[in-house]
């Protein structure tokens, strides 16, 4: 049991992103599906970055044909992206 309670937690949930918004060293763009830490999801929505309604993740899949991306933090350890200026 504790396999599947441990997957469970792992899981995220999927939204759709409302406005242009930077989270844990990335950036996201309105209309994009992100799947965010569950525990995440529930912040964000009272802050009005994103929408976990099943009608706002259909209208992001079907109508505007977007993919889903799972959320991935940048990590401190990782090396700077682009060149200094």
Do not use: W
């Amino acid at each position: 049991m504790s396999a599947k309670k441990d997957t469970a937690e792992q899981k995220g949930t999927l939204a759709r992103v409302l406005v242009d918004f930077p989270f844990e060293g990335r950036v996201y763009f309105a209309n994009a599906l992100v799947e965010f830490p569950a525990g995440a999801v529930e912040t964000l929505k009272k802050s009005g970055v994103v929408d976990d309604s099943e009608a706002a993740i259909a209208y992001c899949a079907e109508t505007l044909g977007k993919k889903p991306v799972v959320h991935v933090p940048e990590s401190a350890e990782q090396e700077p992206q682009g060149e200094a200026k």
